[in-house]
Structures are given as structure tokens and as C-alpha cells.
T-cell receptor
Framework: KAGVTQTPRYLIKTRGQQVTLSCSPI?????VSWYQQTPGQGLQFLFE???????NKGNFPGRFSGRQFSNSRSEMNVSTLELGDSALYLC????????????FGPGTRLTVT | QKEVEQDPGPLSVPEGAIVSLNCTYS??????FMWYRQYSRKGPELLMY????GNKEDGRFTAQVDKSSKYISLFIRDSQPSDSATYLC???????????FGKGTRLSVIA
């Protein structure tokens, strides 16, 4: 089975722009979670989608949003980018509902200048 | 206070050393405890998982949980240069709840 894939792998944007990141979970996985990883804060949970519905949400401003499609692929969007949004954005899928085991993609490295 | 505290290191040890990595957590609702390993330019991968207090072994790795003191440990025996990575502890409450991570400890094993 193919692993979790994320596109693009690297992205450079300017302050004020918006960005959309994409994640394809492992085939058959219906839960997709997004995390932001920075040296200062570590891995922080953004949100989780399950069957196209947002199930959990972390403590991030409304500029961060996401969605999930019927094929379980997910996108996250960040509007009005700030310098502090520079981070590695990781997506993870669960093997089954309620499972502790999450499989992570390689991440998208976003740099905001 | 963050819910999960982890010393970020970095930690540098000679090959063959025993490595001890530790985390503390504050939320009694956390019932599941995991260690992830993250190599440079890769996403985290699940290394160990444990539910109850006590030890769990897998090869050179031992995960230890003490729920009474809210303390999580990972021991690596006979450490190898290939163990050089960032190690993240993670906890989870029951149900469809998100993982809560420590900041990670960067480990270098020197040949």
C-alpha cells in the first residue's frame, strides 16, 4: 500500500498570500489529521476530518481551515499568511476509527517571506 | 504549562550507549502513550505504543509508563548511528481525540 502523500513538498509564499496544501491518506483510511511542526512549539494539532466532517479542532486562528473530499483526500488552507506560519505541515491518517496509530506523510515545508 | 513536556536536547551519545528519553504529562485523561521517531526531512513514524503502566519491550527499545507520576520513558539499548533522529513522545485520551506531542528530543549517536 502506498503511504500518506502530501503535495507540494516545499512552498515559498509572501506575507498576506494564501496557500493550499494537499494530503492523500493511505487507501481505506477515512480519518485525516493535520499538524503544524515548528522548532519552538513542536507538533501542534490543527484539525481532524472524518468522512468529510471536521471532528476535532486545535487552537489555531480561523485563517487555518480545511476540508475533506469523498475520496478521503484532504486539503488545508491558510489565508493571509504571516511570517509565523512558516513551518512543516504534516498530515496523518488513522487505520481505523478511534485507533491510536496514525501514519504520517513527509510533510509540506512552508516558508513565508 | 504544556500538557506534555519533553527535554529537546540535543543529546549526543557514543555508539553502543544506553539512551534514556523522558517526558512528563499533566492530564490524567491521557491513557495511551506512544513514541514516534522522526528522521530529517521525513514525517514521524510510530516506534512504540503502550497503554498500561509498566514496561514494554521491542528489540532494543523499551517503553516505560508510570501513570502515578505521569512519567513516560523510552530506553534504547546498544544505540546505533542509525538511531540518530528526533524522538517524540505522544499521548492520547480515549476516543477519537487528537495526539498531544512533546516537542521532541534530537538524538545523535556517534560512531
Amino acid at each position: 500500500k502506498a503511504g500518506v502523500t502530501q503535495t507540494p513538498r516545499y512552498l515559498i509564499k509572501t506575507r498576506g498570500q494564501q496557500v493550499t496544501l494537499s494530503c492523500s491518506p493511505i487507501s481505506g483510511h477515512r480519518s485525516v489529521s493535520w499538524y503544524q511542526q515548528t522548532p519552538g512549539q513542536g507538533l501542534q494539532f490543527l484539525f481532524e476530518y472524518f468522512s468529510e466532517t471536521q471532528r476535532n479542532k486545535g487552537n489555531f486562528p480561523g485563517r487555518f481551515s480545511g476540508r475533506q473530499f469523498s475520496n478521503s483526500r484532504s486539503e488545508m488552507n491558510v489565508s493571509t499568511l504571516e511570517l509565523g506560519d512558516s513551518a512543516l505541515y504534516l498530515c496523518a491518517s488513522r487505520s481505523r476509527d478511534g485507533s491510536y496509530e496514525q501514519y504520517f506523510g513527509p510533510g509540506t515545508r512552508l516558508t513565508v517571506t | 504549562q504544556k500538557e506534555v513536556e519533553q527535554d529537546p536536547g540535543p543529546l549526543s551519545v557514543p555508539e553502543g550507549a544506553i539512551v534514556s528519553l523522558n517526558c512528563t504529562y499533566s492530564n490524567s485523561a491521557f491513557q495511551y502513550f506512544m513514541w514516534y521517531r522522526q528522521y530529517s526531512r521525513k514525517g514521524p513514524e510510530l516506534l512504540m505504543y503502550t497503554y498500561s503502566s509498566g514496561n514494554k519491550e521491542d528489540g532494543r527499545f523499551t517503553a516505560q509508563v508510570d501513570k502515578s507520576s505521569k512519567y513516560i520513558s523510552l530506553f534504547i539499548r546498544d544505540s546505533q548511528p542509525s538511531d540518530s533522529a528526533t524522538y517524540l513522545c505522544a499521548t492520547q485520551a480515549p476516543g477519537n481525540t487528537p495526539l498531544v506531542f512533546g516537542k521532541g528530543t534530537r538524538l545523535s549517536v556517534i560512531a
